[in-house]
Nanobody, 124 residues
Framework: QVQLVESGGGLVQAGGSLRLSCAAS????????MGWFRQAPGNEREFVAS????????IYADSVKGRFTISRDNFKNMVYLQMNSLKPDDTAVYYC?????????????????WGQGTQVTVSS
């Protein structure tokens, strides 16, 4: 069992930056690939970024590639999402998720544990 708690969301102007954090409980954090997803009102949950167990491999949605960076610290049981050059279209609730597979995963159905989410609002 892994419990995930996101933080770092908020209101930011277009072009600004935010850093989301996800704190994971348990001593098996390094056994999970980790991902970030987001869901805007009226939309389905969509993939943002994912990172492998050891942090050596990452994948990104085309919509955030070059602007967002996912990273993790297995000693601190933390995963991060650095978001730069934010756009109003990035407005959503952002969720952290854990997947028992070793490699990054883009499909939400493969993830085993989810956090409660943190709201990100980007004003124009």
């Amino acid at each position: 069992q892994v419990q995930l708690v996101e933080s770092g969301g908020g209101l930011v102007q277009a072009g600004g930056s935010l850093r989301l954090s996800c704190a994971a409980s348990g001593r098996t954090f390094s056994s999970y690939a980790m991902g970030w997803f987001r869901q805007a009102p009226g939309n389905e949950r969509e993939f943002v970024a994912s990172i492998s167990r050891n942090g050596g491999s990452t994948i990104y949605a085309d919509s955030v590639k070059g602007r967002f960076t996912i990273s993790r610290d297995n000693f601190k049981n933390m995963v991060y999402l650095q978001m730069n050059s934010l756009k109003p279209d990035d407005t959503a609730v952002y969720y952290c998720a854990a997947d028992r597979q070793s490699t990054p995963q883009a499909m939400a159905i493969t993830y085993d544990f989810w956090g409660q989410g943190t709201q990100v609002t980007v004003s124009s």
